[in-house]
């Protein structure tokens, strides 16, 4: 079975810094997605990025980049320029590529709390 | 453009009584799942459906059950309710990569 560890329950940042929040995971397959979502406040899911296994170049949207290390079995997400509005919960997420698997479940970590001080 | 609607947002319920969560989703996604989320955690599988028909088990199925009689809804419902059962329900949907997520409801058993 797939797990997911995030080891850092909480982090904090200074408006307009860089912060990097970690993951690791464990399997045996080579095709998977890892994922990176938000949850404010508000309680809603919200997909910050994905990446592909299969891809070697680390996903990039506007200021949140990945940097994945697939045999480390690492998937770190960099905010840069943080924001007050980047403040919630941020889980990282795996999920097997073959559709047979489990019904391709997402296997979440515990999550990080981030604070974002003005 | 709904995507997946979760009903009630919020319910509390009496120790021992059973209600259904409602989820439908628009985009004729196959797979759909339930998790709960406890508080400061992340989300665990309840159950999950690859299609009409089908479910399975997840890792915290206990107390639970399903159906799928439609591509659209996949209700959960807890029967007996247990303060154990305290929690977040989130419903999703997804056709291959990416999932979407209902906006969720609070349960609490009391």
């Known amino acids: 079975a797939q797990t997911v560890t995030q080891s850092q329950p909480e982090m904090s940042v200074q408006e307009a810094e860089t912060v990097t929040l970690s993951c690791t995971y464990d399997?045996?397959?080579?095709?998977?997605?890892l994922f990176w979502y938000k949850q404010p406040p508000s309680r809603q899911m919200i997909l910050v990025i994905r990446?592909?296994?299969?891809?070697?170049q680390n996903a990039t949207e506007n200021r949140f980049s990945v940097n994945f290390q697939k045999a480390a079995k690492s998937f770190s997400l960099k905010i840069s320029d943080s924001q007050l509005g980047d403040a919630a919960m941020y889980f990282c997420?795996?999920?097997?590529?073959?559709?047979?698997?489990?019904?391709?479940?997402?296997?979440f970590g515990e999550g990080t709390q981030l604070t974002v001080n003005p | 453009n709904a995507g997946v609607t979760q009903t009630p947002k919020f319910r509390i319920l009496k120790i021992g009584q059973s209600m259904t969560l409602q989820c439908a989703q628009d985009?004729?996604?196959?797979?759909m799942y339930w998790y709960r989320q406890d508080p400061g955690m992340g989300l665990k599988l309840i159950y999950y459906?690859?299609?009409?028909?089908?479910?399975d088990k997840g890792e915290v199925p206990n107390g639970y059950n399903v159906s799928r009689s439609t591509t659209e809804d996949f209700p959960l419902r807890l029967e007996l309710a247990a303060p154990s059962q305290t929690s977040v329900y989130f419903c999703?949907?997804?056709?291959?990569?990416?999932?979407?997520f209902g906006q969720g409801t609070r349960l609490t058993v009391v």
């Open positions: 999703a949907s997804s056709y291959h990569r990416d999932a979407f």
């Open positions: 399997t045996s397959e080579s095709d998977y997605y």
């Open positions: 990446q592909e296994a299969y891809k070697q």
């Open positions: 997420a795996y999920r097997s590529a073959l559709r047979k698997t489990s019904g391709s479940r997402l296997t």
């Open positions: 985009m004729n996604h196959n797979y």
């Open positions: 459906s690859v299609g009409a028909g089908i479910t």
